[in-house]
Each structure stands twice: as C-alpha cells, then as structure tokens.
Nanobody
C-alpha cells in the first residue's frame, strides 16, 4: 500500500494550489479518503473527507468554501484544490485512506 502526495509549494495569500495523492496497492475506489494537515508546532487537523464514489464531500469549517476535494478512481488519485489560501493554511498536508494508510505529506507554505 502506498500513498504519495504532491503539489505543495510556496504560495502568496489569496493564491491557489492543487494537491494530488497517488494511491497504489489497494482498491482505491472502495475506500473513503481524507486530507489531514499539521501546522508547525500543532497537532493534526482533519481537513476533508470524500466518499468512495466521490459524490459526497465533507470539510472542516476552517476550509469550507475555499477547498474542494475530488477523486479520479480510474487514475487512483485523490485531489485537494485549495483556493483563497491564508497564512494559517501553512501545514504539512497528508492524505489518508479509511483503512488507515497515510502518505508522507506535502508541504504548503503561505508567504507574504
């Protein structure tokens, strides 16, 4: 089982990024997937969840209306489109499968 995040980077406030999470080693389309983040010196914060079919999504209040989770089950890939980024969105972003596997994370850093 492997989850590999990508797409992080340095972004100015108000900017956008799209994170990807490539999955392998399991039946991706059968599992809910989540995004979780960890800001410097802080604990883990759940960001978003998407159901196995991709037609139901859930968001933390802190990102609702700005972030959009999606998935392409044909490509075994999870996405997180982040708009209107704020400095407080700076964190290491992880994808998580509902069976408990995690990726290594991708860093998103807001700059001014």
């Amino acid at each position: 089982v492997q989850l590999v995040e990508s797409g992080g980077g340095l972004v100015q406030p108000g900017g956008s990024l799209r994170l990807s999470c490539a999955a392998s080693g399991f039946t991706f389309s059968s599992y809910y997937m989540s995004w979780v983040r960890q800001a410097p010196g802080q604990g883990l914060e759940w960001v978003s969840e998407i159901n196995s079919g991709g037609d139901n999504t859930y968001y933390a209040d802190s990102v609702k209306g700005r972030f959009t989770a999606s998935r392409d089950n044909a490509k075994n890939t999870l996405y997180l489109k982040m708009n209107s980024l704020k400095p407080e969105d700076t964190a290491l972003y992880y994808c998580e499968a509902s069976h408990g596997s995690w990726g290594q994370g991708t860093q998103v850093t807001g700059s001014s």
